[in-house]
C-alpha cells in the first residue's frame, strides 16, 4: 500500500489550488481515504475525507464550503480543490486511508503517504 501526495505549492490568498493523493496496493473505492495537515508548531488536523463504500465526503469546520474532496476511481486517485485560500492553511498536507470513515483521529487510519506544502502567502 501507498500513497503519494502531490500538487502544493505557493499561492496568494484567494486563490486556488488541488491537490493529488495517488494510490497503489489497493483500491481508492474500497477504503476511506483522508487528508490532513500540519502547520508548524500545530496538532495534524483533520481537512477531508471521502468514504469508500458510498462515497460520502466529511470536511473539517475550517474548510467547509472552500475545499472539495473527489476520487477517480478509474485513475485510483482522490483529489483535493481548495478554493479561496487563507494564509491560515498554510501547512504539510498529507493522505492516508483507513478501513473506514472514523472521524479525525489519526490513530484511525494505517497508511500514510509523504507530505506536500501548501503555502498561502502575498
Known amino acids: 500500500v501507498q500513497l503519494q501526495a502531490s500538487g502544493g505549492g505557493l499561492v496568494q490568498p484567494g486563490g486556488s489550488l488541488t491537490l493529488s493523493c495517488a494510490a497503489s496496493?489497493?483500491?481508492?473505492?474500497?477504503?476511506?481515504i483522508i487528508w490532513f495537515r500540519q502547520a508548524p508548531r500545530k496538532e495534524r488536523e483533520g481537512v477531508s475525507c471521502?468514504?469508500?463504500?458510498?462515497?460520502?465526503?466529511y470536511y473539517g469546520n475550517s474548510v467547509k464550503g472552500r475545499f472539495t474532496i473527489s476520487r477517480d476511481n478509474a485513475k485510483n486517485m482522490i483529489y483535493l480543490q481548495m478554493n479561496s485560500l487563507k494564509p491560515e492553511d498554510t501547512a504539510v498536507y498529507y493522505c492516508?486511508?483507513?478501513?473506514?470513515?472514523?472521524?479525525?483521529?489519526?490513530?484511525?487510519?494505517?497508511?500514510w503517504g509523504l507530505g506536500t506544502q501548501v503555502t498561502v502567502s502575498s
Open positions: 492516508a486511508t483507513g478501513a473506514r470513515w472514523a472521524g479525525w483521529d489519526i490513530g484511525q487510519y494505517d497508511y
Open positions: 496496493g489497493f483500491s481508492v473505492k474500497d477504503y476511506a
Open positions: 471521502i468514504a469508500g463504500s458510498n462515497g460520502n465526503t
